[in-house]
């Protein structure tokens, strides 16, 4: 064999899989080769269901068709849609534009401010040693036994402490 020719084939195959790897992993958002695949297996299967059912399968259909879990498809293809801009318009009608983002609702209402501040408040309104062992059992995640150990009283005081600044909030709220 030629020198030329097997320097062509070694390096045909080596350029082409440098630029599917340029490709792959300079897009906006880097998505794992195994997620790809599962995608690509996804909208292949999809599309053969699609002409085979004469409608749209569901992701149950291409799961077991391409005999994966339905969550790893679903991830899959959410991972290599494009990202758009919030400010991306949807609609626009006489100079009145529908961005993205005013389709996005928010699950801040108003009743969850109002709860955020009856907690706070109801917290403020507890003794000094109860907001230490709710603090400590809640935020730092210790044990009754720990918190006893800590602020020198018995494991069950602790619990009836607790038990009573946790009916206290209860009350307030």
């Avoid at 801040?108 to 309104?125: F, H, T, V």
């Avoid at 036994?145 to 005081?157: C, K, M, N, P, T």
Wanted: net charge negative.
């Amino acid at each position: 064999m030629p020198m030329y020719l097997s320097r062509q084939l070694y390096a045909v195959p080596m350029i082409e899989g440098e630029v599917k790897r340029h490709i792959r992993d300079s897009g906006q958002i880097r998505v794992s080769r195994s997620l790809r695949d599962i995608a690509y297996k996804a909208m292949q299967a999809k599309e053969k269901l699609t002409t085979e059912m004469k409608r749209e399968p569901t992701i149950e259909e291409i799961s077991d068709k391409i005999e994966c879990r339905r969550e790893d498809v679903v991830i899959a293809l959410e991972a290599v849609s494009e990202p758009i801009s919030l400010y991306e318009p949807v609609f626009s009608d006489s100079g009145d534009t529908v961005y993205v983002m005013d389709q996005i609702g928010d699950s801040n209402d108003d009743n969850n401010w109002l709860n955020e501040i009856a907690l706070k408040d109801a917290i403020s309104a507890l003794g000094e040693r109860e907001k230490k062992i709710l603090n400590l059992r809640f935020l730092q995640g210790k044990t009754q036994v720990e918190v006893a150990d800590e602020i020198g009283i018995s494991q069950a005081q602790v619990s009836r402490l607790e038990k009573g600044a946790l009916n206290k909030i209860k009350n307030e709220i």
